[in-house]
Structures are given as C-alpha cells and as structure tokens.
C-alpha cells in the first residue's frame, strides 16, 4: 500500500510538472479576452474534458498511434513549439480595436469565432495542457510500469492535474477583474514573451533531437 501512494505521488508530481497548469492561466487570459465568464467556463471545461481523452487515448494507444503513422516524437515537439509561437506572436502584438458596438455584442462576436476556431482544442488543450511532452511521458511511463493498477496511476494522475488546470483557468477571471483591460494587455505582453522563449526552446530540442 506505501508503494502504491508513494508511485501515485511521484507520477502526480511529475504530471504536474509536465502539464504546468498554472502556465495555462496567461495562455487562457490572451485567448479568452471579450468573452462572457459563462463562454470561459465552458472553454476550459471542454478543454480540459479533451485533454483528458488525449490523455486516455495515448495511455491505451500512444505506441501504436506514432507507429501507425510513423510519427517522430520530435517532429511532433517541433509542430508544438510552432503553434505556441503563433499564439506568442499574437499576444505581443495584438492591440483593442476601438468599435461602436456594445458589450454584449463584442462578446458574442468574439465567442463566435472562437467557437468556429475550436481554440479549446488547439491551442488549450493541444500543445497548452497535453503537449508532446505529455504524450511522450505517458507512453514512456506506461511502458515503464508491469503492474496494471500502476499502470492506472499514470493516467489518473495527469487527469487530476488537468482538473487543478480548470480550476486555475476559472480564476483567470478574476485575475482579468482586478487587473483591468490596460493590466491585462501588458500582462498579455509579459507573458507573451516567456512563452516565445518556451515555443522556441521546444522548437530547437525538437529539431536538434531530430538531427540526432
């Protein structure tokens, strides 16, 4: 029984690690800004729903799925890095755009498009809360393991990191109350620039590995 939590607490903490759900907070701040608390709500709860499915899926088959489409774990990191760079991008130079419209109708404009961007898919939930990094660990860790109800640890652990994720997301909001629009544009810029410094440091381990 003391093997059993003493794994589940080693494989919760590296998840944790991994996963970084409160690195997700500036990643939910850019993306969300303009949308109602209910619309935000319902995007960190799909995207940590989906991320937990990918999360399940790679835990059953990772393996076979990287095999099957003979993807490289690396190129998978570099693809990651690049989508993190985009969404950098946009958080160092996107600017509020003065409209005669009001409130209500900025927001249900803003969730609109990003209901047919599906952005609680990419980026929340693919690279932001189960990057490579994750899948890659899962596999690892899982083939690692001989005993079945550790293997189940492995999984169990990231979805409970991916449930602290949504409850970080949530106050997000608050984060966005207390700051105000001029807080969160330069918290949005701050932020911005760690994360092109992560994009690209995922980008060059990728490629690098990739010339191994």
């Known amino acids: 029984m003391n093997e059993f939590f003493a794994k589940f607490f080693n494989y919760f903490i590296t998840m944790f690690v991994i996963i970084d759900p409160i690195g997700v907070i500036p990643i939910f701040i850019s993306i969300t800004a303009g949308v109602s608390r ?12 989906f991320s937990s499915f990918v999360v399940i899926v790679f835990f059953i088959f990772g393996k076979k799925i990287l095999d099957l489409f003979s993807i490289d774990i690396n190129a998978f990191k570099v693809a990651g890095g690049i989508v993190l760079f985009i969404l950098a991008m946009e958080m160092l130079f ?39 990094v994750t899948m890659s660990s899962i596999i690892i860790f899982t083939s690692q393991e001989n005993i079945f109800i550790y293997k189940i640890l492995i999984p169990l652990s990231a979805i409970l990191c991916l449930m602290f994720a ?28 760690i994360l092109l410094s992560i994009s690209i440091k995922i980008c060059v381990t990728g490629v690098r590995e990739l010339w191994i």
């Open 38 to 49: 209910k619309f935000k709500k319902a995007l960190a709860l799909r995207s940590v729903i």
């Open 94 to 132: 996107a600017s509020e755009k003065t409209t005669k419209i009001t409130r209500e109708e900025k927001e249900e404009i803003r969730e609109q498009m990003l209901e047919e961007q599906g952005v609680w898919v990419v980026p929340l939930a693919i690279p932001a809360l189960t990057g490579p």
């Open 166 to 193: 949504y409850f970080f997301m949530i106050f997000a909001d608050k984060v966005v109350s207390k700051l105000g629009n001029a807080g969160i544009n330069a918290l949005s810029r701050i932020m911005g620039i």
